[in-house]
């Protein structure tokens, strides 16, 4: 797993490359805190290029859009496709995140 981080548009832009599992999926929240802990209030989490993600990774996204809510914040979800888009749709976290085509479009609604 690759993760890259730009801040863009008052949100962290968070782009995820290859596969959150079991073993990457610590990295992952590790990374999104630091998001949290460097001031980000909106984090764009950018999956176009993700490949897989487990129940752990869908744990760590679950866990840091409770972490900011207490704070008012958002997770926004972009390029959902194939098989991730799918374990999203199964698992309910489809309805339950706001879910756009592309990082831009996201930013819009920040």
Do not use: H
């Not at 801040?7 to 079991?22: H, T």
Request: aromatic content about 6%; some cysteine.
């Amino acid at each position: 797993m690759e993760v890259s981080k730009k801040a863009e548009n008052g949100a962290q832009v968070v782009a995820v490359n290859g596969r959150v599992d079991a073993v990457t999926a610590p990295e992952l929240e590790i990374e999104l805190n630091g998001c949290i802990d460097g001031g980000a209030n909106t984090i764009v989490i950018d999956l176009s290029a993700l490949e897989y993600i487990s129940s752990a990774g869908l744990r760590v996204i679950l866990a840091i859009a409770k972490k900011l809510k207490t704070s008012g914040g958002d997770i926004l979800l972009t390029g959902l496709g194939g098989a991730v888009k799918e374990v999203f749709e199964i698992s309910g976290f489809y309805s339950i995140f706001k879910v756009f085509d592309s990082a831009e479009e996201a930013l819009k609604q920040v």
